[in-house]
């Protein structure tokens, strides 16, 4: 583990914005939890952990306390299930998408949807990471995280997790350190039915059709990319921390409505209908590229917002506000802002209805 004082945030989430953290320490050893425990001690409360900083809006105050960088790796898997499953055991701060690539090339599926998510998997809990039918709540076999209310270790299973849509309860609280993730796959050769149309058009398959999992693989990479949803290829609109907002949940006449003029409508895994945040953006009158507050626009290749030189915390929150104030207007739906916050910054705080901390 090592340790850092005055570190900016900025350099460690990918939307790059975000002043300092007072300490910052990288943990890339997992022997080396307790030095953690007592800089934590030192510290005075429960450090703030992070991963790749992919789903963060860090404020450009910064953090006034410890922030933890997971970055311990490896996979562990144990073939002695006897309902045929493997059991993956994976450190928090391996990356996910290079884990979706190892477990395709050992024939277990489950995961394989998320490719091309970034972000570690020790993170994947916290909002219960999903994209195109597969939710990590699918595979979840149990979490080892480290409890700084009791100050113990502890094994928690699904059902002590809250896992909803993009939601847990390690979402929106620092009470657990997740140090890492059993995942139950199953071998196959195949993927899961492919329900979102533009994936089945992309693997060249009736909707509902499965196909060998490199093969679904493929068609969602290609999808995200077209989409932009890839970070190593988004070019111009790299700074950018995903969806900012969650698609909401819609009753079902507005269900009908909206599919009629031609939104994309998805039923979930918790049993709700939502809407993609993206085309109520395009629906409210937005456009691509368009510039919202200073150096905050909307990505060129799809309706999220993204980052370019002069943006600051401030001026990306704005933008938000912006976006959420007018399809709130046009449409009458209340969009929710998906990345946490970190450090202090209320007109952002004031986008999530569960109160995005930011502690
Ligand atoms: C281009 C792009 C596409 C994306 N696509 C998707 C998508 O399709 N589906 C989706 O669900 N998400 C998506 N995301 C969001 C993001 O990738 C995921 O939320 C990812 O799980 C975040 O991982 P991270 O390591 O970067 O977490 P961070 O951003 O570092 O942290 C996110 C939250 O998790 C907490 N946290 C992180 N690690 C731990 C840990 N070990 N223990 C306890 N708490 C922890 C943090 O405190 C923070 O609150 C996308 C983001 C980008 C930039």
Known sequence: M?????????????????????????LDDPGDFPELVAAAGRAGSAPRVIGAGSNLLAADDGYPGLVVR??????????????????????????????????????????????????????????????YGQEVSDTLANIRAWDWTTGQETEMIPAHCGLGHRTSVFKHSKRWTI????????????????????????????LGEQVLLDETVAAIRQVRDEKGMILDSCGSDGRTAGSVFLSPSIPADTARH???EGAPVNDFPDGKTRV???WLMSAAGFSLGQRLATGARISTRHFT??????????????????????VQRAT???????????????????????GNLGF
């Open 179 to 206: 140090l890492t993730v059993t995942l139950a796959l199953t071998p196959s050769k195949l993927g899961p039915p492919l329900t979102y149309r533009a994936v089945a058009d992309a693997a060249g398959v009736p």
């Open 276 to 278: 993609s945040a993206s």
């Open 70 to 131: 997971m970055a311990t790796t490896g996979v562990r898997l144990d073939t002695s299930q006897d309902d045929g499953r493997v059991l993956v055991t994976v450190q928090a701060g391996h990356d996910l998408d290079a884990l979706v690539a190892e477990m395709v090339a050992e024939g277990l599926s489950g995961i394989e949807c998320l490719t091309g998510i970034p972000g570690t998997v020790g993170a994947t809990p916290v909002q219960n990471v999903g994209a």
């Open 332 to 354: 009458g739906i209340t969009l929710t802002a998906e990345p946490d916050l970190l450090g202090n910054l209320p007109a952002y705080a004031r986008l999530s209805p569960h």
């Open 258 to 260: 909206l599919r009629a």
């Open 305 to 326: 917002l993204v980052a370019d030189d002069g943006a600051t915390a401030a001026s990306f929150a704005d933008a938000a506000a912006t976006v959420a104030e007018q």
């Open 2 to 26: 090592w340790l850092a004082t005055n570190v900016p945030l900025a350099s460690l989430t990918t939307l790059r914005l975000g002043g300092p953290a007072q300490e910052v320490a990288v």
